[in-house]
């Protein structure tokens, strides 16, 4: 049996293993590549494997890291089955489609713009440069419908006519729609087929709703291997969810190969018990400003867990009760994903809201925001107010704009919540944010570039790590150390470079044997002792 590493090697995104055994090959995740816009379009594209050899597809959780790039996968030769607990399923449902609108509104948006240029080019001539943007006005009568729909077929006929080279979406609706058709839920702790001689169990990863630790077993030739993926380790006594499992069955305990997420290797989180009072910080003092606090949030997990602790705040009366937007359509879909799956909250949920009637997800000042005029409207508020918006690493969606209204005002408060990964706006935010405050908030602000123009971030910056859903560095130890598996070798992976090699530093001190693969590394567990670096 061998394991290939193709995705989320040395870095956070692009989960993607594949395990293989004589004819059959199951894989790990199929996860969106994110970063810098070409290089993750150029990447996302690719596919390192053949669909058609695939048996199967084991799915973590339904974040777009990890599953985003399905549809390209079932749109091509693939006949098995993507395995997943149901919530999984049920959140990729709404995750996948909007995954492919992104896709197609981004495609549709680059082809307007290389017509436009060219239209405005052969309509303005010769004529002085002053009059240009008149020229740019009369040709966006003519590829706009309206101030904010984009006229497709004229724009379509337009590249035909002179031969432009169209911008093709990743992938679209329609394939997204077919993928979900390939799913198949099981619950936590049912052992499944997934090939020959080959079977995998679901165990809760505590990370997001339905997100699983998947353990394979394997027969060949009168030899057991047992390969064990964490998918992503959610936090310990965390609000809403379960813990990470540690009590696995005595059957699925000997694994020869952890493959083990390493985003926070060499960090250790602000405990889990100081993240509502440092909230609760934030939120008081912007609204003493008379500011307005935006929270970029991924829709899927993070979303739910604030409208939780605000509603905690807002029942116990510990902050003012100003209005709470939530500004993203498919946040508002997931959370009620939430609502269908309530076997899977801990007991402090059920005894604090459910066993009462309540849902932890609804109080009177929640907003959920729907059509574009609703949120366009919502960006002009100058009320105090919260505005939670997806995506999470400000790289999309109605976060863009909010940011462009909101980021040059200091009276604002950004709040990061969540794990923001390399090159992307949202780690520049932060960085950026961090340094202006360190030099005492002196001089000019500075510029950030989104939309194609660039803003002063005049606005605070803060972080509060405790929400994040990934365990920190204590606790991927605590699950290596204290679950009843008995663990051969690990590979490290879903980590930066940096993260991962100091991780592997702290567990070789440990007394554990371990790698950090490269992209396209291989493992073969009939020889793992000589196995050094995948």
Known sequence: MRVTFYGAVRE???????LTMNQDNVLLDFGMVQGRRKDADRRNRILPVDPG???????????????????????????????????????????????????????????????????TDITHGAQPEKNRQASIEAVQKVLKKDKSNLNIEAIGELIQKYHLEAVEPIYTAADAARALSFFDGIPYREAVPIGKNMECTLYDAGHILGSAITIVKARNNGKRFTVCFSGDIGRFNKPILQDPTLDFAEEDREVDLLVMESTYGDRVHEPVADMAPQFKKVFTETMERGG???????????TQELLYVIHQMYHQGDVPKVPVYVDSPLASNITQVFAEHPEMYDAQTHADFLDKGDNPFTFKQLHFTQSVEESMSLMREKQPHVVISASGMCEAGRILHHLRYKMHNPKNTILIVGFMAQNTLGRRILEEGEKYAAGGRKGPAPLLRLMNKEYPLKAQVEKIGGFSAHGDQNEMLRFIEHSNLNIKKIALVHGEEAQCLAFADILRKRGRDVIVPKTGGCIDLNNLSSCKEA
């Open 12 to 18: 956070v995104t692009g989960s993607m293993h594949l």
């Open 53 to 119: 050899i695939l048996t199967n597809m084991v799915l973590s959780h339904a974040h777009i890291d990890h599953s985003g790039r399905i549809p390209l996968l079932t749109k091509e030769r693939f006949n098995g089955r993507i395995i997943s607990t149901r919530a999984t399923a049920d959140a990729c449902g709404y995750l996948l489609p909007d995954s492919a609108h992104i896709q197609e509104s981004d495609a549709n948006y680059l082809n307007y713009r290389v017509v436009r240029e060219l239209l």
């Open 292 to 302: 307005i606090l935006l929270i970029p949030s991924f829709a899927f997990g993070r």
